[in-house]
């Protein structure tokens, strides 16, 4: 049972210390929110499973970490500044600015039709370089990147040279990226500062693209699937050709249902990924040679021709780029929420068991003493959890009764729990309790660690993902 809304995952994420919303004592900031301890650990464990999965499990991907404000002229020749928009609209009535492609010809707020004729708003935030430069000074201005892509794009030749990378490879990103969202919210879904996963794999101009697309959704839902996510909760989106981005020739969105408490036909989905076949549009445009049919350069600013020389059939080309496009904070949003679940206790109380799997836990193991007013119980426990560490991520708690901790725990996705209590002193053996079952087994202390390892290996069986549909979205 995932959760039944995002409301469920908002008050725990604050509860427990994963998400908070931003700046709350002056107020908040609109769709702004900051990480806390556990949630900076599930995120960075996402972030390394995605970096282990494609940079060190494969052998063809490369990674980077390329700056956030890059010049001026990227954007100008990636074709952001001049359509990185989004439709606008005010409603007459009450005077809400909404998306005009995400309502249905209605105010999202009070209802009403008498809504503005659409016009387009760029996303990408500005910022002025240098101590010196006047606010209006279009030598300084810059912009905070929209997407992580474009690093990678004027980063091919580098990448290429340097590893000595022959086609096709891939170049893997992940870091923030910003736009001015005319309509944030919905918690962490869609915010204005979020991070990215990004890859782009450059392939020759003749490979199966349109085929490579699909192979791509195919490891991607398999990806999902190992973070703990239902099939059931994934869904493939063909983004209708109408709706491509400006340099895409096939785009699938793999979605997520977000939105579990809405009717099946009133958009209970919502983007977590997409798969875009990017053809050599970018390297293509930031390149020194090519001309327009009267032979003038088409970008006279660039220093470099960012082609590939193929040894095999000496021919020179821009390379084809499939791109899986993932965010960060959508994946961690949609791995609380399937993880989320409810159970009831012999007392007929409900409990939050956050069903996380070991390797996103951002706790793997809570060692607690059963009696926090005994020296020899509390020196036990503190120095079980120091062994373990070296291991795996532990914590020592003591803050309250072995029920509460263990609740805790539970709501906070900790696979075991590992109690000392008076017979441990004796039989130098510790209880380990399961977070799912609340089973419980006797484990001799000198084989602690090399049992904990082995549970929390065991990964959680792959579900069957539903078939691609089109949804109408
Ligand atoms: P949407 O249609 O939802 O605005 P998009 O199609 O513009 O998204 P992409 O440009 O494909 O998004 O970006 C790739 C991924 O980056 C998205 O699938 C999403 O996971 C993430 N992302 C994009 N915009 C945001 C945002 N404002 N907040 C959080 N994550 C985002």
């Given at each position: ?15 427990r ?32 499973s ?11 991907i ?38 005009a ?30 101590a ?7 030598a ?123 009717a ?31 032979g ?64 996103l ?23 079980i ?6 291991v ?45 079952t609340?089973?419980?087994?006797r ?31």
């Amino acid at each position: 049972m995932p959760a039944p809304n995002i409301d469920t995952i908002v008050s725990l994420a604050k509860r427990r210390g994963f998400v908070f919303p931003s700046s709350e004592i002056y107020g908040g900031l609109g769709s702004a929110w900051d990480y806390g301890p556990l949630g900076v650990e599930l995120s960075n464990n996402i972030k390394q499973s995605w970096w282990r999965w494609l940079v060190y499990e494969r052998d063809d991907i490369e990674g980077i970490d390329s700056s956030i404000i890059l010049n001026r002229l990227v954007w100008k020749y990636s074709g952001h500044e001049a359509t990185f928009h989004d439709p606008l609209v005010d409603c007459r009535e009450c005077k809400t600015r909404m998306r005009a492609d995400k309502i249905e010809g209605k105010c999202t707020n009070c209802g009403s039709t008498n809504l503005t004729e659409p016009r387009n708003f760029n996303m990408m935030f500005r910022t002025i370089l240098g101590a010196a430069a006047e606010e209006d000074d279009p030598a300084a201005l810059a912009y905070l990147r929209p997407e992580t892509a474009q690093g990678i794009f004027i980063n091919f030749l580098n990448v290429q040279t340097a590893m000595r990378r022959k086609l096709p490879f891939g170049i893997a990103q992940i870091g923030k990226s910003f736009r001015n969202e005319i309509t944030p919210g919905n918690f962490i879904l869609r915010t204005r500062e979020f991070e990215q996963m990004e890859m782009e794999y450059f392939v020759k101009p003749d490979a199966e693209h349109l085929q490579m697309v699909d192979e791509w959704v195919e490891l991607y839902l398999e990806w999902f699937r190992s973070l703990g996510i239902s099939g059931e909760n994934l869904q493939l989106h063909e983004v209708p050709a109408d709706e491509l981005a400006h340099y895409s020739k096939r785009t699938v969105d793999i979605m997520y249902r977000y939105f579990p408490e809405r009717a099946e036909q009133e958009r209970q989905w919502e983007e977590l990924m997409g798969i875009a076949y990017r053809t050599d549009f970018d390297l293509r445009s930031h390149s020194s040679k090519p001309a327009d049919e009267e032979g003038k350069r088409v970008n006279p600013d660039s220093t470099e021709d960012l082609s590939y020389f193929d040894e095999a059939t000496k021919q020179r080309f821009y390379p084809h780029v499939i791109e899986p496009a993932a965010g960060v904070n959508r994946t961690v949003l949609a791995v609380l929420m399937d993880a989320y679940s409810e159970k009831t206790n012999d007392k007929g109380e409900t409990r939050v068991i956050l069903k996380l799997t070991p390797q996103l836990a951002p706790i793997k193991a809570a060692i607690l003493p059963l009696a926090k007013n005994k020296p020899e119980i509390v020196g036990m426990a503190k120095a079980i959890k120091r062994s373990l560490q070296p291991v795996l991520r532990a914590v020592y708690d003591d803050t309250g009764g072995i029920g509460k901790l263990y609740a805790r725990q539970d709501e906070i996705g900790t696979p075991l729990c590992v109690t000392v209590d008076h017979q441990s002193l004796e039989d130098e053996a510790v209880t380990v309790r399961d977070r799912d079952t609340w089973e419980q087994e006797r484990v001799k202390v000198a084989e602690l660690a090399e049992y904990l390892h082995k549970r929390l290996k065991a990964t959680s069986p792959v579900q069957p993902v539903a078939p691609a549909t089109n949804l109408d979205v």
